[in-house]
Antibody, heavy 124, light 108 residues
Framework: QVQLQESGPGLVKPSETLSLTCTVS????????WSWIRQPPGKGLEWIGN???????NYNPSLESRVTISVDTSKKQFSLRLTSVTAADTAVYYC??????????????????WGQGTLVTVSS | EIVLTQSPGTLSLSPGERATLSCRAS???????LAWYQQKPHQAPRLLIY???SRAPDIPDRFSGSGSGTDFTLTINRLDPEDSAVYYC?????????FGQGTKLEIK
């Protein structure tokens, strides 16, 4: 079955750029949107944005000015860049797969499966 | 954006009982575009329900979802201690998709 694995630095300095990569194994990267979602320690979930295998993207307006999500289909990876980070960006970052758009309308946006998550701390 | 309010904040029940979790939206969610997730400590969320009432693959039929418009419910029958977790609802009817703040279910 499909598995997702996040990778990247666990510590980022304030004002710098957070960069994470999600590697997809056991399935195709085609016909799905691929999302980033974060969860500050002890708090709820926030959708950051997604990318289609074609490269088209959608972002949460609350983060849009600082976020870039991209995809590399040859490596079966997609990536997150978040610029100008502050302590408020400290969170567990998850990557997740959207539904198969060969079976569901393109506006469907639930998440299954998720990666295990990676904690990113913003601190000097 | 659509705000989802989940209630109760914490629910304490015994094994074998039924749990009823509520998710209320600040505006109507089109096409019943609502999902439910289970999150256990130090784990990623797991999809339980999508489309308000469709069970995800391999989810036991003890879990069921219902509702439409602004009011949705997750029902868990015959509670098992392994059902102890935080449960989140998520709407994807309007972008950005948003999550509720969660209901913590304790099985004692």
């Amino acid at each position: 079955q499909v598995q997702l694995q996040e990778s990247g630095p666990g510590l980022v300095k304030p004002s710098e750029t957070l960069s994470l990569t999600c590697t997809v194994s056991g399935g195709s990267i085609n016909s799905h949107y691929w999302s980033w979602i974060r969860q500050p320690p002890g708090k709820g979930l926030e959708w950051i944005g997604n990318v289609f295998y074609s490269g088209s993207t959608n972002y949460n307006p609350s983060l849009e000015s600082r976020v870039t999500i991209s995809v590399d289909t040859s490596k079966k990876q997609f990536s997150l860049r978040l610029t100008s980070v502050t302590a408020a960006d400290t969170a567990v970052y998850y990557c997740a797969r959207g539904p198969d758009l060969e079976w569901f309308p393109a506006d469907n946006n639930w998440f299954d499966p998720w990666g295990q998550g990676t904690l990113v701390t913003v601190s000097s | 954006e659509i705000v989802l309010t989940q209630s109760p904040g914490t629910l304490s029940l015994s094994p074998g009982e039924r749990a009823t979790l509520s998710c209320r939206a600040s505006q109507s969610i089109r096409s019943r575009y609502l999902a439910w997730y289970q999150q256990k400590p130090h784990q990623a969320p797991r999809l339980l329900i999508y489309g308000a009432s469709s069970r995800a693959p391999d989810i036991p039929d003890r879990f069921s979802g219902s509702g439409s418009g602004t009011d949705f419910t997750l029902t868990i029958n015959r509670l098992d201690p392994e059902d102890s977790a935080v449960y989140y609802c998520q709407q994807y009817g309007r972008s950005p998709c948003t999550f509720g703040q969660g209901t913590k279910l304790e099985i004692k």
